[in-house]
């Protein structure tokens, strides 16, 4: 992978993001009647001006991406004409301004249930909770947990899927508590099973709270089948087929696919003497995995995918679908919960519960999306949906240069009958961009040690 490898992913969502955003804020003032000066995406000096409708708004593309803004007529910030006064934003109602603020965060949240709810109704394959065998010395070793057990629910909720299981815990985590999770094995008998989270440390970047359960992801040894080969890559190339099974590479006897796997990825660009069974009968090949960047390590690829048996993948994967009004109100769910979540964080990092080591800033989100978009358009939106939440809590915190901010003055206004003085609003402006900058600072920090570390 190259940079262009996450930088075009991230930028794609960050364009989307913004965009939605601000289209947001711009919808609502010219419902409410308020002229739209300029919708700039980005930043600094316009790269890209476009005037267009009766106001003639000016529509902007500038050179820092990281954010943009809707730029109304407002007395404020310049004269404004006799003719024109009742279409400025500094004009109307408290109740206008706070819809027209608002409009942007809440246009993030719409945009995250659209995401989900097309998700629901379309089916996304999901990887099923069924659990490897614990190691020993492990909570959930002492917990009675055993290799091929299905996850069923956590404390009686049912559970679908790995990740609903991992968020399930994540939560529960945050409050310290006892989760009783019900399994099922292979011959039906099912067990419950309790697990104190108060030791579990809260990280969602660096340290996963399954893994520190001992809880992990069931992976079978699958034989090392060719599937799908790409066309022009270095299997195919080399003669190999789908249907070969690679039984040896050099003098190593390969078991399983992941024995194929970690002997390519240490060889990128030397040649591996492969030998497969092909129709009864041995055959070999030279193969020179093409060396690839991952996380600034070269490893090796061969361009061949796992041949999956239907019995294995069922196993494996589940779809989650749901019927129209279903997956609306799954859609609903996962963005309240997830918003709650959020802020909670947020509590909780402020008063010392959580590690300010949540805080990631757009070096990791870059490389999220990155991933996100290797693995498939369904987890590229899934993390679309999650970064339009996570932006709009972000804008909803009551920190002045935020919308969250603008709205606290508009309720401070409506409880003493009259809009905030203009240097209680440049003290709060100063406050906040400190606070801005300290919140950036921090991000920055988190993202340049996970990356050193990586």
């Known amino acids: 992978m190259n940079l262009l490898d996450y930088l075009l992913p991230f930028l794609l969502a960050l364009g989307i993001l913004i965009v939605v955003h601000e289209f947001g804020h711009y919808l609502v003032a010219r ?46 910030e310049a004269p404004v004409a006799a003719h024109e006064l009742h279409r400025a934003f500094n004009r109307q109602s408290v109740w206008r301004r706070i819809a027209i603020v608002a409009a942007g965060p809440l246009a993030n949240f719409l945009l ?8 629901y109704t379309g089916g996304v394959e999901e990887l099923r909770p069924r659990l490897a065998e614990p190691e020993a010395a492990t909570a959930a070793r002492d917990a009675g947990f055993q290799g091929g057990e299905l996850v069923r629910s956590v404390n009686g909720e049912p559970v679908e899927t790995w990740q609903e299981f991992r968020w399930k815990l994540l939560n529960l985590a945050l409050d310290k508590q006892v989760v009783t999770i019900e399994t099922i094995n292979a011959s039906r008998e099912i067990g ?3 697990l104190d989270l108060a030791g579990v440390v809260v990280d969602q970047v660096e340290r996963d709270i399954t893994a520190q359960l001992g809880l992990s992801l069931l992976r079978p040894r699958l ?15 080399a003669g190999l087929r789908a249907g070969d099974r690679v039984v040896r590479i050099g003098d190593s006897e390969i078991e399983s696919w992941s024995d194929l796997v970690a002997i390519v990825r240490d060889a990128p660009g030397r040649a591996l003497e492969f030998q497969v069974l092909r129709g009864g009968r041995d055959e070999r090949f030279q193969v020179v995995p093409s060396a690839v960047d991952e996380n600034g390590r070269s490893i090796g690829r061969i361009g061949a995918a ?22 609306l109100s799954k859609s609903l769910g996962q963005t309240w919960d997830t918003s709650a979540m959020s802020v909670s964080m947020m509590g909780r990092m402020i008063v010392g519960e959580v590690s300010v080591k949540n805080l990631s800033g757009p070096v990791t989100i870059a490389d999220f999306a990155g991933q996100s978009a290797r693995m498939g358009w369904a987890y590229y939106i899934k993390f679309l949906a999650l970064i339009s939440i996570s932006l709009g809590v972000l804008n909803l915190m009551p920190v002045p240069v935020l919308d969250g901010g603008h709205l606290l003055y508009y309720v401070i206004e409506i409880i003493k009958g009259g809009p905030v003085s203009e240097r209680a609003m440049e003290i709060g402006q100063q406050i906040g961009m400190a606070l801005l900058a300290a919140l950036m600072a921090f991000a920055f920090y988190n993202d340049i040690n996970r990356l050193f570390a990586s």
């Open 31 to 76: 419902l409410c009647g308020v002229k739209v000066l300029r919708f700039s995406l980005g930043f600094g000096r316009p790269l890209l001006v476009r005037k267009a409708g009766a106001d003639q708004t000016e529509w902007v593309l500038s050179v820092f991406p990281l954010g943009g803004y809707v730029k109304m007529l407002d007395e404020r």
């Open 112 to 119: 995250a249930i659209v995401l989900y709810w097309g998700l």
């Open 192 to 194: 419950f099973r309790k």
């Open 223 to 237: 034989p090392a089948v060719l599937g799908r080969l790409s066309e022009g890559g270095p299997a195919e190339s």
């Open 306 to 327: 796992l041949a999956e048996a239907d019995d294995q993948r069922e196993q494996m994967f589940v779809t989650v679908r749901y019927g129209v009004g279903e997956a």
